[in-house]
């Protein structure tokens, strides 16, 4: 159990000094083949002239991030084998523009550190992130900092990620101050007030100088939206926004996000452990597994037709609101594997209903299905 | 035993006649706060029958897990049994001592509590926790006791090897299957599960659910599931009672709740889940908040939110109409049952 628990601990804290070459775990080699990109360090001129190319904000490609663990010195004599936590290997995506993409699976599948790592809020120990054709690890200190008013995140619980002694006017302008991002009081105001409104917390004027205790659970994540929101990101990396709301607050918060995507143009990466509302405000959805994805596509048709056994499952066992559906259940046994000792080939294999022999020799490749859908099985080969 | 408990009546108590193993009669529990008092559970009714599993939904602050710690008459201090009657088995538990109900809770009623992580003790072995009910009710000595504990893991699916194990060393999903071993203890008549899958994972959830489905089935057990998710009351419960800020708004078979839903606020709560087997839509919200339960609005309580109001909405509570036979709807669209 001891790799569920590293997944699980807090991360550490974003702000920290981070060596632009990656730390002393990157194997990634100086110069990559197949970037686009051929600089050195990126500087904030490149960030600010980068543009959206064939409509892919994100290209993840190779993405892994490994988590040391920590052994006892006796531990580092006897068997001087270094182990990782595998929370993201070898992962695989774009995100495009204007899309809401959901990053589905079970806790420990490594869609939470899939999001961080985007934003550089975890360190990836391979592969690389291009943003606009821009490889994130190579941002300086100073392009991040631009980079990052551009790629905001939302929490899962709004109420430990607000500040309780700070009014909503302030939680909001804070991001504005800091980035130095407004001359003036009048300016600042405005900005404000128009992300508060779009946040959907109406009239704005109303709430300014509330704190947060006065709001309920949905008005504090609108907050934290409308905080986001403030430095007109191009996209906002959403952990599990309504994992902690009443199903009549979660929906308005799930009408929100699609809202401000059409309105603002925002691009969501929406992070879910619950298939069903990736399902119901998605444009695509990648299932991932152990650090995997597993399968990729447009949101209806990888749910219409999923072709990957553990989405397969998934899909069956969430519950819906009518006693009389007859569909089958497909209960996997046991729980998801630890992270450390990953299973060979396949690593759904020990827990798949459809394996054979092979899969627990063949690492699985993704398999094109049609279209935008792909999924890493051997069997559909 | 503390001197001011007293004794059970050493008679055979007299048996009161009423409907199924469970009967919950007009029930209202309210708190005591510094501004007055809050009405949680407001004129509650259901029954729950041998081996019958029922629903008690709604969402958060509707009074549905007050009501169920009603039942064992577990309230916090500043909590009251105002009125109404908890008929169980032939005994009416409202009239119970202290010590009374001691005899009843986990012998024959028991709970399984949402979060199993704290519900169970950190710092004592699982097994022994799940002894523990065993050596008060039935007087085994440890090692029987845990003998049994083996036998209830083994029937909860956890290998009876780790029956010595902390709750630190079982998974989310097995410390929730101890639970339910530890619930089982004293071959209960009644399992009352308060949001049992609420933080597992989707695949644990089926998990438990099923294993919640087989040992109803095997001991024909009597369960009530408390939940938010009306997903998971379709798909676990044969009834279903449907809770609105403190009242009963609509309860029946689920088939009767999930296909001919008539109370507005049911048919709203129900179009907020998405089902993922049907065509594609965004799932609805329902407008505004639920009324403050200090000072409940007079009449409806749901009338502040509901499209559909009419005259008197405000005014009148309605009262509950049977609709169709074992379907009742407390809502002034439906004063006469035809």
């Known amino acids: 159990m001891a790799g569920d628990e590293q997944?699980?601990?807090?991360?550490?804290?974003?702000?920290?000094?981070?060596?632009?070459s990656g730390g002393p775990l990157d194997r990634r080699a100086p110069t990559e083949p197949g970037s686009t990109y051929t600089g050195g360090r990126v500087s904030t001129e490149d960030l600010a002239t980068a543009d959206v190319t064939d409509g892919v904000l994100f290209k993840i490609r190779d993405l892994e991030v490994y988590f040391p663990i920590h052994q006892s010195f006796v531990k580092s004599l006897v068997a001087p084998e270094k182990k990782y936590v595998k929370a993201v290997d070898h992962v695989s995506f774009d995100v495009r523009q204007g899309e809401i993409l959901a990053l589905v699976g079970e806790s420990g599948c490594?869609?939470?550190?899939?999001?961080?790592?985007?934003?550089?809020?975890?360190?990836?120990?391979?592969?690389?992130?291009?943003?606009?054709?821009?490889?994130?690890?190579?941002?300086?200190?100073?392009?991040?900092?631009?980079?990052?008013?551009?790629?905001?995140?939302?929490?899962?619980?709004?109420?430990?990620?607000?500040?309780?002694?700070?009014?909503?006017?302030?939680?909001?302008?804070e991001?504005?101050?800091?980035?130095?991002?407004?001359?003036?009081?009048?300016?600042?105001?405005?900005?404000?007030?128009?992300?508060?409104?779009?946040?959907?917390?109406?009239?704005?004027?109303?709430?300014?100088?509330?704190?947060?205790?006065?709001?309920?659970?949905?008005?504090?994540?609108?907050?934290?939206?409308?905080?986001?929101?403030?430095?007109?990101?191009?996209?906002?990396?959403?952990?599990?926004?309504?994992?902690?709301?009443?199903?009549?607050?979660?929906?308005?918060?799930?009408?929100l996000m699609v809202e401000q995507k059409e309105k603002l143009g925002v691009t969501y990466v929406f992070i879910t452990h619950d298939l069903s509302l990736a399902w119901v405000i998605s444009d695509r959805i990648a299932v991932m597994y152990l650090g995997r994805i597993v399968e990729i596509?447009?949101?209806?048709?990888?749910?219409?037709?999923?072709?990957?056994?553990?989405?397969?499952?998934?899909?069956?066992?969430?519950?819906?609101?009518?006693p009389l559906a007859k569909h089958e259940h497909v209960i996997l046994s046991g729980e998801t594997p630890n992270p450390v000792d990953l299973p060979s080939g396949c690593r759904f294999h020990p827990r798949c209903p459809e394996a054979i022999d092979a899969c627990s020799e063949i690492e699985p490749t993704d398999v094109h299905i049609g279209g935008t859908h792909y999924a890493a099985c051997i069997r559909l080969t | 035993m503390s001197a001011t408990a007293t004794p059970a009546p050493a008679k055979t108590e007299e048996r009161i006649e009423h409907k199924g193993l469970l009967e919950v009669r007009g029930l209202c529990t309210y708190f005591k706060l510094s501004q007055g008092w809050v009405h949680a559970v407001e004129d509650v009714s259901f029954t729950i029958e041998k081996g019958e599993s029922l629903g008690l939904a709604g969402e958060s602050?509707?009074?549905?897990?007050?009501?169920?710690?009603?039942?064992?008459?577990?309230?916090?201090?500043?909590?009251?049994?105002?009125?109404?009657?908890?008929?169980?088995?032939?005994?009416?538990?409202?009239?119970?001592?202290?010590?009374?109900?001691?005899?009843?809770?986990?012998?024959?009623?028991?709970?399984?509590?949402?979060?199993?992580?704290?519900?169970?003790?950190?710092?004592?072995?699982?097994?022994?926790?799940?002894?523990?009910?065993?050596?008060?009710?039935e007087g085994l000595s440890e090692a029987k006791a845990l003998d049994r504990a083996r036998e209830l893991f083994e029937l909860v699916g956890i290998n009876p090897k780790r029956v010595m194990d902390y709750p630190h060393q079982l998974s989310g999903g097995m410390r929730q299957r101890a639970m339910i071993a530890m619930s089982l203890a004293c071959n209960p008549k009644l399992v009352i599960g308060d949001e049992p899958t609420?933080?597992?994972?989707?695949?644990?959830?089926?998990?438990?659910?099923?294993?919640?489905?087989?040992?109803?089935?095997?001991?024909?057990?009597?369960?009530?599931?408390?939940?938010?998710?009306?997903?998971v009351m379709a798909e676990t419960c044969d009834k279903g009672v449907i809770m609105y800020a403190g009242r009963v708004v609509e309860s029946g078979t689920t088939e009767h709740l999930f296909r001919d839903a008539r109370h507005p606020y049911t048919r709203q709560l129900i179009r907020a889940f998405p089902n993922i087997h049907e065509r594609r839509e965004m799932v609805s919200s329902?407008?505004?908040?639920?009324?403050?339960?200090?000072?409940?609005?007079?009449?409806?309580?749901?009338?502040?939110?509901?499209?559909?109001?009419?005259?008197?909405?405000?005014?009148?509570?309605?009262?509950?109409?049977?609709?169709?036979?074992?379907?009742?709807?407390?809502?002034?669209?439906?004063k006469e049952a035809t």
């Open chain 2, 61 to 137: 602050g509707c009074g549905k897990t007050t009501a169920a710690l009603s039942i064992l008459k577990l309230l916090p201090e500043n909590g009251r049994i105002v009125s109404g009657d908890i008929l169980f088995d032939g005994r009416n538990l409202t009239k119970r001592t202290e010590y009374g109900m001691s005899k009843i809770r986990w012998k024959e009623i028991s709970m399984i509590f949402q979060g199993a992580m704290n519900a169970l003790n950190p710092v004592q072995e699982t097994g022994k926790q799940v002894a523990e009910p065993i050596m008060l009710h």
């Open chain 1, 7 to 20: 997944l699980t601990a807090p991360a550490p804290s974003a702000d920290r000094q981070v060596p632009v």
């Open chain 2, 198 to 231: 609420t933080a597992l994972d989707v695949m644990v959830q089926a998990q438990i659910l099923d294993l919640i489905a087989r040992l109803r089935r095997e001991l024909d057990l009597s369960f009530i599931l408390i939940s938010h998710d009306l997903s």
């Open chain 2, 286 to 334: 329902i407008k505004g908040d639920p009324p403050n339960l200090l000072e409940p609005p007079p009449g409806c309580r749901f009338a502040p939110r509901c499209d559909e109001r009419i005259a008197g909405c405000d005014e009148v509570d309605p009262a509950a109409v049977e609709v169709t036979p074992g379907h009742f709807v407390s809502c002034h669209l439906f």
């Open chain 1, 297 to 322: 596509g447009d949101t209806e048709e990888v749910v219409s037709n999923p072709k990957h056994p553990y989405t397969k499952a998934l899909i069956s066992v969430i519950p819906v609101p009518d």
């Open chain 1, 110 to 173: 490594g869609k939470t550190t899939t999001g961080r790592a985007m934003l550089r809020l975890e360190d990836a120990t391979g592969g690389h992130i291009y943003y606009k054709e821009l490889p994130v690890e190579r941002f300086s200190q100073k392009t991040l900092r631009e980079y990052r008013k551009k790629a905001q995140i939302i929490f899962q619980d709004p109420y430990n990620s607000i500040n309780p002694k700070q009014t909503i006017f302030d939680i909001v302008a």
């Open chain 1, 175 to 255: 991001p504005l101050e800091v980035n130095g991002l407004v001359a003036t009081e009048r300016e600042k105001e405005e900005r404000v007030v128009r992300a508060i409104n779009e946040a959907g917390l109406r009239p704005a004027e109303e709430y300014l100088y509330r704190y947060p205790h006065e709001l309920s659970g949905g008005q504090r994540q609108r907050v934290c939206i409308a905080g986001a929101t403030v430095l007109d990101p191009d996209v906002i990396v959403a952990d599990e926004p309504v994992a902690s709301l009443d199903v009549s607050i979660r929906n308005d918060i799930l009408k």
